[in-house]
């Protein structure tokens, strides 16, 4: 069984993330993404899903959080 699908990488909570994107549920580090696209892709799925948890994407080599609210229908 070789499957190529990579699983996001959970970061460790001792350490702060120097590289990367990392989500942000309720100022709680979760899942660490490469991308800053992919991070914001899955952080909008999850405010969708869950309006009422303040989701953010962590911008490690910046150390910047960005805000992630749901679009207005």
């Known amino acids: 069984m070789n499957n190529k699908t990579e699983k996001p990488v959970t970061p460790r909570t001792d350490v702060a993330p120097t590289v990367g994107y990392v989500l942000s549920v309720d100022r709680k580090l979760k899942t660490q993404f490469e991308s ?30 960005t805000t992630v609210a749901a679009p207005e229908n």
């Not at 899955?42 to 490690?60: G, I, K, N, S, T």
């Open 36 to 65: 800053s696209g992919d991070a914001m892709a899955a952080a909008l799925r999850l405010q969708q899903a869950y309006p009422v948890l303040q989701v953010e994407v962590f911008d490690a080599t910046a150390r910047r959080y």
